[in-house]
């Protein structure tokens, strides 16, 4: 057994029920506890056909600035973090510029507070229809590109992974899964999984009249 990080029941246990994760941390082997208290990665959202750029996670408090390479000279955008209004209990903030910037697939997305800086290619990508009947969204992307696909809320129990094809069509396919009905929200994206940056879309059921 390696005993260096070898945690025993009453730690365990004692990480079990404390609901603060400094307390929790402390109680763990060197190494381990500060794995667990570790500040969490800022990342990065961009959604072309908004013309808007989301960070997560930067500290508390912290301006954050966005630049985009192609963007006009002396374009800088600052925001404040702050735990979000809705519940979500990360913190977030969010740039919105259409009229000023058109976002474009290649662009260079900065955002930083000054020590974290992330950064993000823009990505090919659209959902192009919804089709309730079939409980189906449709879109297009680049030959090969991985999509994720969900209804806003349900995330981790309803997400459908699809790649694209060689004519760059993409089809997330929910049936049995969820039931898509008029009102249902929903995102596309393509994620970076090194850096946890992403290209995003919204989608929507519009309802039948």
């Given at each position: 057994m390696d005993t260096k990080h070898s945690i025993n029941r009453t730690t365990i246990l004692a990480c079990a029920i404390t609901a603060a994760t400094?307390?929790?941390?402390?109680?763990?082997?060197?190494?381990?506890?500060?794995?667990?208290?570790?500040?969490?990665?800022?990342?990065?959202?961009?959604?072309?056909?908004?013309?808007?750029?989301?960070?997560?996670?930067?500290?508390?408090?912290?301006?954050?600035?966005?630049?985009?390479?192609?963007?006009?000279?002396?374009?800088?955008?600052?925001?404040?973090?702050?735990v979000t209004t809705w519940g979500d209990p990360r913190t977030y903030v969010r740039f919105d510029f259409a009229g000023a910037y058109d976002l474009k697939v290649g662009d260079v997305v900065m955002l930083t507070d000054g020590v974290t800086p992330q950064t993000h290619v823009v990505q090919n990508l659209s959902a192009t229809a919804v089709e309730a009947d079939a409980d189906t969204v449709a879109g297009t992307a680049d030959a090969g590109a991985v999509v994720q696909v969900w209804p806003h809320g349900f995330d981790q129990t309803a997400t459908v992974?699809?790649?694209?094809?060689?004519?760059?069509?993409?089809?997330?396919?929910?049936?049995g899964l969820f039931d898509l009905v008029a009102g249902t929200g929903g995102r596309s994206q393509i994620l970076d999984e090194e850096a946890g940056n992403a290209t995003a879309v919204d989608w929507y059921v519009h309802p039948r009249y």
């Open positions: 400094l307390i929790c941390a402390s109680l763990l082997p060197s190494g381990l506890g500060a794995a667990y208290a570790q500040e969490p990665t800022p990342w990065l959202i961009a959604f072309p056909e908004n013309d808007a750029v989301e960070g997560w996670e930067w500290p508390a408090g912290t301006t954050v600035y966005l630049t985009i390479d192609n963007a006009p000279d002396g374009f800088v955008r600052e925001g404040t973090a702050a992974q699809v790649m694209a094809g060689d004519d760059g069509a993409w089809l997330a396919d929910f049936t």
